[in-house]
C-alpha cells in the first residue's frame, strides 16, 4: 500500500539549471497538488491537477515554472534557470476526490524533495 | 486576502495538556485541517473540522467556531514524540480541496 512517491528526495543544482520533481500519487488517487515550504515559512499552495488538466494554478509564479500529471506517468513540477530564492522543500499530495465524503483526509503528502540551488 | 495565523512555538511538560490556537480569513472556506510535520518529514493528518463544535480522536481534539473564524488543536497527555509542528490549513474550496497553511507551531515537549 505504497503512499505518495517523491523523487528525488534532495536535490542540488547551480543557479540557471533546470529541475524536475517528480511525484506519483497514491494508487487510485487522480488529483495532485503541489506545495512549497520556504524555510522558517508555511506550506504555500503552487498547483493542483487533474489527469491531463492544470485545474487550479494560482499559487504558481508566472515565469520559470511549470507542472504537467499526464495520462501515463507521475506529476512532474519544472523549474527552469533557477535561481537561489527556489531553494525550497516542495511537497506533492495526492486525492481521491477533493471534498469527497469520509474519511475526511482529502489529501496525503509525500516525503518532499528538498531543492537547494548553489 | 487569506491569512491563517497560529503561534509560531509553544513548550509544555510531558503529561501534561495543550491548546494550540488558530485564526483564519479566506475568501472561501469549506473546512479546517490539522497536519502534523516532523522534522524533515511529511504532514500527516490529524483531523478536519467543518461543522462547529468538537471533534474527539484519541489525545487529539480539534474545535471549529465558523463565525469566529477560529480553530484549535487540543494535546492531552503529552508524549516526548508529540515534539512536532502543527499546521492549521483552511480548505479554501469544496470543489479543488486548496489547502491554505498557516506557518505551523513547533511544540516542544519538555521531560
Known amino acids: 500500500n505504497a503512499g505518495v512517491m517523491q523523487n528525488p528526495r534532495h536535490l542540488v543544482r547551480r543557479r540557471g539549471q533546470e529541475a524536475r520533481l517528480r511525484c506519483s500519487p497514491m494508487?487510485?488517487?487522480?488529483?495532485v497538488y503541489w506545495y512549497r515550504q520556504l524555510p522558517e515559512e508555511g506550506l504555500k499552495f503552487m498547483v493542483y491537477?487533474?489527469?491531463?488538466?492544470?485545474?487550479?494554478e494560482s499559487g504558481m509564479p508566472k515565469e520559470r515554472f511549470s507542472a504537467e500529471f499526464p495520462k501515463e506517468g507521475p506529476s512532474i513540477l519544472r523549474i527552469q534557470q533557477v535561481v537561489r530564492g527556489d531553494s525550497a522543500a516542495y511537497f506533492c499530495a495526492s486525492s481521491p476526490n477533493p471534498g469527497g465524503g469520509p474519511p475526511k483526509e482529502t489529501q496525503y503528502f509525500g516525503p518532499g524533495t528538498r531543492l537547494l540551488v548553489l | 486576502g487569506q491569512n491563517i495565523d497560529q503561534p509560531t512555538e509553544m513548550t509544555a511538560t510531558e503529561g501534561a495538556i495543550v491548546q494550540i490556537n488558530c485564526t483564519y480569513q479566506?475568501?472561501?472556506?469549506?473546512?479546517l485541517f490539522w497536519y502534523q510535520q516532523h522534522a524533515g518529514e511529511a504532514p500527516t493528518f490529524l483531523s478536519y473540522n467543518v461543522l462547529d463544535g468538537l471533534e474527539e480522536k484519541g489525545r487529539f481534539s480539534s474545535f471549529l467556531s465558523r463565525s469566529k473564524g477560529y480553530s484549535y488543536l487540543l494535546l492531552k497527555e503529552l508524549q516526548m514524540k508529540d515534539s512536532a509542528s502543527y499546521l492549521c490549513a483552511a480548505e479554501s474550496s469544496s470543489n479543488t480541496g486548496k489547502l491554505i497553511f498557516g506557518q505551523g507551531t513547533t511544540l516542544q515537549v519538555k521531560p
Open positions: 494508487k487510485g488517487h487522480s488529483h
Open positions: 491537477l487533474q489527469k491531463e488538466n492544470i485545474i487550479d
Open positions: 479566506t475568501s472561501g472556506f469549506n473546512g
